[in-house]
């Protein structure tokens, strides 16, 4: 009797984890979600995000599979990441690499190009939600700048944001704290006080490939993954220095 009663506590223990795993969260794209309470817990996660006509941010709290991409967001839209600037204040290019093969990733900065029609996209997905920071960095001239998701309203002066409204360049232009920046969106800043003019460019062939980097290189330059993510060294793949990308065989 008392292996029964056992057997059962372990059974209803289980079930009431299972039930706790898959709990239902609901993300606010506009004010933002306080979403450290569930770190790291699987659940379905659902999430209205307006959409306009053509380029738009995004940075979600979970991950995205490809396939999830193309049905939330159309088979025809497109989704790049920020990999590398260039230039001065008076014409800083932002490079920009199709990564829709890779679906989004949890707490990363993208731009999105949206073909429907304006409209509020219905996203549900089970998907494991992850608190964190969301930026990308890079450094040119002596110009540190940032791409940002935002996880609330950030009302801020000197940030640079897209007006999505019939946005076919991905235009990034300064924004003033009254216009703000609303939740699972993202945002530039720029180190210094003067006016940036941004220019996007996207999928330019700037690759080159090597055979081998010198320790001067490596110890004098800082190096990034596909991802911004800073690395020690660069290494075997494609490495992003100096704001360009460079491929070591």
Not at 71 to 93: H, P, Q, V, W, Y
Request: aromatic share 10%; with cysteine.
């Amino acid at each position: 009797m008392m292996k029964k009663f056992t057997l059962a506590a372990v059974l209803l223990s289980m079930s009431l984890f299972a039930s706790a795993q898959s709990k239902s969260v609901t993300i606010s794209s506009i004010n933002g979600t306080n979403v450290e309470q569930y770190n790291g817990q699987v659940a379905e996660v659902k999430m209205n995000r307006y959409m306009f006509t053509g380029w738009n941010t995004v940075s979600f709290p979970f991950d995205l599979s490809a396939d999830k991409v193309n049905e939330f967001f159309g088979n025809d839209c497109r989704l790049e990441a920020l990999t590398g600037i260039s230039g001065d204040e008076n014409a800083m290019k932002l490079y920009f690499e199709d990564v829709k093969s890779e679906g989004i990733k949890a707490n990363t900065p993208y731009i999105l190009y949206f073909t429907g029609e304006p409209q509020d996209v219905r996203i549900t997905s089970e998907s494991t939600i992850q608190a964190g920071e969301s930026k990308v960095t890079f450094s040119a001239n002596g110009y540190t700048v940032s791409l940002n998701g935002s996880d609330k309203i950030i009302n801020a002066n000197n940030i640079y944001g897209i007006f999505a409204v019939d946005n076919a360049e991905s235009k990034f232009v300064k924004i003033d704290g009254t216009t703000g920046c609303y939740a699972t969106r993202c945002y530039i800043t720029v180190d210094g006080d003067k006016d940036v003019n941004f220019i996007p460019v996207h999928n330019e062939k700037s690759t080159t490939a090597i055979s081998n980097v010198s320790a001067n290189d490596k110890d004098n330059d800082k190096v990034y993954d596909i991802n911004g993510v800073q690395k020690k060294s660069v290494s075997k793949g494609i490495n992003i220095v100096n704001g360009k990308k460079i491929a070591v065989k």
